[in-house]
């Protein structure tokens, strides 16, 4: 079936450094990559998403980027902050369906 | 705009009872809603597709003998959890996609905490 994999599973940076978190997905089918941002409790929130005509998308501190042969994507933060401290998840979707990959916690240390 | 609520956000029951979630899109229709489960320290794991009057269509594992969806408008998916068991304790989350968006974006709800005592 499809599946998503994400790395790593947790991370913790220094402020003011970047992250970075890695997914694979399985389902050729998939062409929308959205990343969520998620607190403890909460829904998911939407911080960045690219489809797949795309190869690279950047949001201030957020850039994403996809590798449709190698059915790769990524998340970069960089200049992290303290709020940036959250699980992140990446996601792949068809028409059909979003599949979640297992998450990443991020810690920022000051 | 795209607000989806949910209803309620937390609730507690006795094992052997029955709770109905609710998931209203409120600013648009959706031709899809999705129902997910996340247990702590764990991804969402998607349980059931429904499509506004048509039967649900389940993941591999989940029962749908006990997890029944019913789609009834554009705007209003339930999930009611039959016979709960302490097992069934998690935080269940909907999602819907609207009608005229050409891509897969996903609006999710505010999720609901069940405890199963």
């Known amino acids: 079936g499809e599946n998503v994999e994400q790395h790593p599973s947790t991370l913790s940076v220094q402020e003011g450094d970047s992250a970075v978190i890695k997914c694979t997905y399985s389902?050729?089918?998939?062409?929308?990559f959205p990343w969520y941002k998620q607190e403890l409790g909460k829904r998911p929130q939407l911080i960045i998403d690219?489809?797949?005509?795309?190869g690279e998308k950047k949001d201030q501190r957020i850039a994403v980027t996809l590798n449709k042969t190698a059915k790769h994507f990524s998340l970069h933060i960089t200049e992290t902050q303290p709020e940036d401290s959250a699980v992140y998840f990446c996601?792949?979707?068809?028409?059909?369906?979003?599949?979640f990959g297992s998450g990443t916690r991020l810690s920022i240390r000051p | 705009g795209a607000v989806v609520s949910q209803h309620p956000s937390r609730v507690i029951c006795k094992s052997g009872t029955s709770v109905k979630i609710e998931c209203r899109s409120l600013?648009?229709?959706?031709?899809?809603m999705f129902w997910y489960r996340q247990f702590p320290k764990q991804s969402l794991m998607l349980m059931a597709t429904?499509?506004?009057?048509?039967?649900?269509?389940?993941e591999q594992g989940v029962e749908k003998d006990k997890f029944l969806i019913n789609h009834a408008s554009l705007t209003l998916s339930t999930l009611t959890v039959t016979s709960a068991h302490p097992e069934d304790s998690s935080f269940y989350i909907c999602?819907?996609?609207?009608?005229?968006?050409?891509?897969?974006?996903?609006?999710f709800g505010p999720g609901t905490r069940l405890t199963v005592l």
């Open positions: 999602s819907a996609r609207e009608i005229s968006r050409g891509y897969n974006e996903q609006f």
């Open positions: 389902d050729s089918a998939s062409n929308y």
């Open positions: 690219i489809r797949s005509n795309v």
């Open positions: 996601a792949a979707s068809s028409a059909s369906k979003i599949i």
């Open positions: 600013d648009f229709q959706a031709t899809t």
């Open positions: 429904s499509n506004e009057g048509s039967k649900a269509t389940y």
